[in-house]
Nanobody, 117 residues
């Protein structure tokens, strides 16, 4: 079945960095655009970054542009999110998903990122 398993979150000080990973399975990974979303307590889930199926096109939310970088390794069926210059407002649970599968039943458990001194 389709699965997304996120990892790499943790507690980091403001200005620090983290690299999130997402292992996908159950579908032809290289044929699908992938995205990272995040959800903070009391807020709706928001799109953070997206990458095309071949990795040549990326998009970012204005709030993370210049600080976050999305990438993918189709051979490993994995998508990454490099997060630099982290801010307290980046605190959230982060999820990855293939754009085709956005909807109930496909979201993974996510990985918690907490930015605090």
């Amino acid at each position: 079945q389709v699965q997304f398993v996120e990892s790499g979150g943790g507690l980091v000080q403001p200005g620090g960095s983290l690299r999130l990973s997402c292992a996908a399975s159950g579908f032809s990974f290289s044929g699908y655009a992938m995205s990272w979303y995040r959800q903070a307590p009391g807020k709706e889930r928001e799109l953070v970054a997206g990458v095309s199926f071949a990795g040549g096109t990326t998009t970012y939310a204005d709030s993370v542009k210049g600080r976050f970088t999305i990438s993918r390794d189709n051979a490993k069926k994995t998508v990454y999110l490099q997060m630099n210059s982290l801010k307290p407002e980046d605190t959230a649970k982060y999820y990855c998903i293939a754009d085709y599968f956005i909807g109930p039943g496909y979201w993974g458990q996510g990985t918690q990122v907490t930015v605090s001194s």
